[in-house]
């Protein structure tokens, strides 16, 4: 069997992906991400060995986004502009769709450290902590 690009790697065989960030906003980052971008709460802990977290994503897929924060602190300031989640849409008008309801919740775009993103139709958005939300308005591939 050969690898495709719609399938993972035959000597990667993974079957989901999570990314994982610390926050001391915890409830500011989960209601941006939900009620910002529209992601759904899949998942939320409390009280694991000092740690409280929620997942986020969409449901059936593979990939998730976890936030934690833990009883001793949990700094999860962006270290730099170019830390970037990037969301691919299929066409503007959805693109846009998320943008006017991340305005509408109080966030304006920023510019892009990379002037890539831009030269292309993206948008920037920061998440509570400084990270950064990329949203473009057509796959790459």
Do not use: C, K
Request: glycine share 10%; aromatic share 12%.
């Amino acid at each position: 069997m050969t690898d495709t690009p719609e399938a993972w790697p035959e000597s990667l065989p993974v079957a989901q992906v999570r990314i994982a960030r610390p926050t001391d906003r915890l409830a500011a980052v989960v209601r941006f991400y939900v009620e910002g971008l529209g992601l759904r709460e899949l998942y939320r802990f409390e009280n694991h060995a000092g740690y409280d977290g929620v997942m986020l994503g969409l449901p059936g897929a593979g990939y998730h986004l976890e936030f934690t924060t833990h009883a001793d602190g949990s700094p999860g300031d962006a270290p730099s502009a170019e830390n970037l989640l990037v969301l691919y849409f299929s066409g503007e008008s959805q693109m846009y769709d998320v943008a006017q309801r991340l305005g509408d919740f109080g966030v304006e775009p920023v510019a892009a450290e990379n002037p890539y993103w831009a030269e292309h139709g993206g948008l920037t958005f920061p998440d509570p902590d400084g990270w950064r939300v990329v949203l473009m308005p057509r796959p790459v591939f």
